[in-house]
């Protein structure tokens, strides 16, 4: 079955520092791809996502690309705040079902 | 501020009790999903309802019980729940299912005493 695996965390940066938090996947045809950003007391939120081989999605500063030839789809900050603490999920959907397939969260901690 | 509300935020009860959840958006969104969170780990879907009608159960024990009143309205009817229940229930839709992104609500956290 499809599954995605992501780096575990936490990951823990200083302010304006570069973040890179790894994502692959194993799915069959072809799967969107999604970053959900959990903050603290909240739900899920879309962060960004791709639907299809080399789509970049971006959003907030935050990019990933979709790889089909390395089935991965990494995210990426050019320099993180502390308000970007929070936890980040990997997902996919295949594009004949309902579900959403997660990876298992990487807590990002931002300190000043 | 989320576009899918539910209520309550916070819900005490216990085990011989029973409670709702709820879950509302006005988005038009045809697909409505409830999952479950534990600490630290991803959302695990339970139900899948498309067009009103459950379309996935995830083999939910039976003391959960979906409703979908109408288009805009999801309710998680509980009912002599243990204490490894407790966890953050969340609820999302979607424009429809497949791959469409799922927005989700802020969840209830529920605690089983």
């Known amino acids: 079955g499809d599954s995605v695996t992501q780096m575990e965390g936490p990951v823990t940066l200083s302010e304006e520092a570069f973040l890179t938090i790894n994502c692959t996947y194993t799915?069959?045809?072809?799967?969107?791809l999604f970053w959900y950003v959990q903050y603290p007391g909240e739900g899920l939120q879309l962060l960004l996502k791709?639907?299809?081989?080399?789509d970049k999605g971006s959003n907030k500063g935050f990019e990933a690309t979709y790889r089909k030839e390395t089935t991965s789809f990494h995210l990426e900050k050019g320099s993180v705040q502390v308000s970007d603490s929070a936890v980040y999920f990997c997902?996919?959907?295949?594009?004949?079902?309902?579900?959403?397939?997660f990876g298992g969260g990487t807590r990002l901690m931002v300190k000043p | 501020d989320t576009e899918v509300t539910q209520t309550p935020k916070h819900l005490v009860m216990g085990m011989t009790n029973k409670k709702s959840l709820k879950c509302e958006q006005h988005m038009g969104h045809r697909a409505m999903y409830w999952y479950k969170q534990k600490a630290k780990k991803p959302p695990e879907l339970m139900f899948v309802y498309s067009y009103e009608k459950l379309s996935i159960n995830e083999s939910v024990p039976s003391r959960f019980s979906p409703e979908c009143p109408n288009s805009s309205l999801l309710n998680l009817h509980l009912h002599a729940l243990q204490p490894e229940d407790s966890a953050l229930y969340l609820c999302a839709s979607s424009q429809e299912t497949g791959d469409q992104p799922q927005h989700f609500g802020d969840g209830t956290r529920l605690s089983i005493l």
């Open positions: 791709a639907t299809k081989a080399d």
């Open positions: 997902a996919l959907s295949d594009n004949a079902g309902n579900m959403l397939t």
């Open positions: 799915a069959t045809g072809y799967p969107s």
